[in-house]
């Protein structure tokens, strides 16, 4: 469905973002699990399992963003998108537990691609959503005059 040169109601270069966002997530989250024993300063009960189940259940949040969207919720699409990207800034916590001078080269890179792709998502999807709520109040007051 075409609205307003959109593809379901959402930009396609948001779509873009929201793939880069889920592959730098993914990155991350298979560095941390399979290397979690050299992160420093990890949780004894953090294991590689429970951070693959972390990754499924933020990554449901996007699938439930996208499929609103293929469902021409745009609006609500964007709002869970926005929601799953901001879960991309959760990597930055590692610096909470250890200074980014004891994280190796690989760990770093994986942490700020995730956070800056998940801050990308965020800011992108809030921007079309504040966009989207401005149109409709003005489509509103219009046709209200």
């Known amino acids: 469905m075409k609205h307003l040169g959109f593809s379901c109601g959402l930009p396609n270069p948001l779509w873009v973002v929201v793939g880069v966002y889920c592959v730098a997530s993914l990155v991350h989250f298979s560095h941390n699990a399979e290397y979690i024993a050299f992160y420093p300063n990890m949780p004894t009960w953090l294991t590689r399992e429970n951070v693959y189940l972390a990754w499924l259940a933020i990554t449901g949040v996007g699938i439930i963003g996208a499929v ?77 005059t």
């Open 68 to 144: 609103l969207g293929a469902a021409g919720w745009p609006m609500t699409a964007a709002l869970f998108l926005a929601l799953y990207g901001a879960f991309g800034l959760d990597g930055l916590g590692h610096y909470a537990l250890a200074l980014c001078s004891e994280h190796t080269l690989a760990m770093n890179f994986t942490i700020w691609f995730e956070a800056l792709a998940g801050l990308s998502l965020a800011a992108s999807a809030s921007w079309f959503a504040g966009l989207r709520a401005v149109a409709t109040v003005m489509h509103r007051s219009a046709s209200q």
